[in-house]
């Protein structure tokens, strides 16, 4: 196992243009998970799937940002007109979640986090 | 809505003093908590967490976090610091089942002197 990786691991793009990144998490692991980073910041939760369903997005993922994942496998999340505000590291995770005790806290599994995909708009 | 405050944006310490990053949470129940570390051009590793149980809770690379319900707090400390320590570190509150949502703090940099 390799862990999880993010495609590419930086990108330069011109306002406007739409991007689209990729991350292939630990094989196994069935939760897949998408954060932004500013600098000087904590990563800020966007989004997360459960196998190939997505069920929860905040409200700092705006309607130019959509995410898939449509096999339950790898995600893509995809930025249309890109704006110099969307400049940040947007980081991938993903965790095995058994969903048998899932009021048993010691059932929760670790989120283990890819290197990041730099995004810089111009 | 949770929060979490990590007071030091960054701190220098010199190599094999002792290190305490500070992290104060804000959860009205008993909050799911996390240390993170970030190396530049790393992804975010997991130091340790905390459930519940014994307050004293011991992670990897000699690290060990104390929660303190009364304070709201949960610091970490390192008895003797490493120069390869130097790096980002991130305090973290979980919510959601599972702890899918993971709140961060804005972290504190640490710098190791010679």
């Known amino acids: 196992d390799t862990g999880v990786s993010q495609d590419p691991r930086h990108k330069i793009t011109k306002r406007g243009q739409n991007v689209t990144f990729r991350c292939d998490p630990i094989s196994e692991h069935n939760r897949l998970y998408w954060y932004r980073q500013t600098l000087g910041q904590g990563p800020e939760f966007l989004t997360y799937f459960q196998n190939e369903a997505q069920l929860e997005k905040s409200r700092l993922l705006s309607d130019r940002f959509s995410a898939e994942r449509p096999k339950g496998s790898f995600s893509t999340l995809e930025i249309q007109r890109t704006e110099q505000g969307d400049s940040a590291m947007y980081l991938c995770?993903?965790?095995?979640?058994?969903?048998?005790?899932?009021?048993?806290?010691?059932?929760?599994?670790?989120?283990?986090f890819g290197p990041g995909t730099r995004l810089t708009v111009l | 809505a949770q929060s979490v405050t990590q007071p030091d944006i960054h701190i220098t310490v010199s190599e094999g003093a002792s290190l305490e990053l500070r992290c104060n949470y804000s959860?009205?129940?008993?909050?799911?908590l996390f240390w993170y570390v970030q190396s530049p051009g790393q992804g975010l590793q997991l130091l340790l967490k905390y459930f519940s149980g014994d307050t004293l809770v011991q992670g990897i690379k000699g690290f060990e976090a104390e929660f303190k319900r009364s304070q709201s707090s949960f610091n970490l400390r390192k008895p003797s610091v490493h120069w390869s320590d130097a790096a980002e570190y991130f305090c973290a509150v979980a919510q959601g089942t599972g702890g899918f949502k993971t709140i961060f703090g804005a972290g504190t940099r640490l710098f190791v002197k010679a």
């Open positions: 959860y009205g129940a008993t909050p799911y």
């Open positions: 995770a993903s965790s095995l979640w058994d969903g048998v005790r899932f009021l048993a806290w010691s059932s929760y599994n670790e989120q283990f």
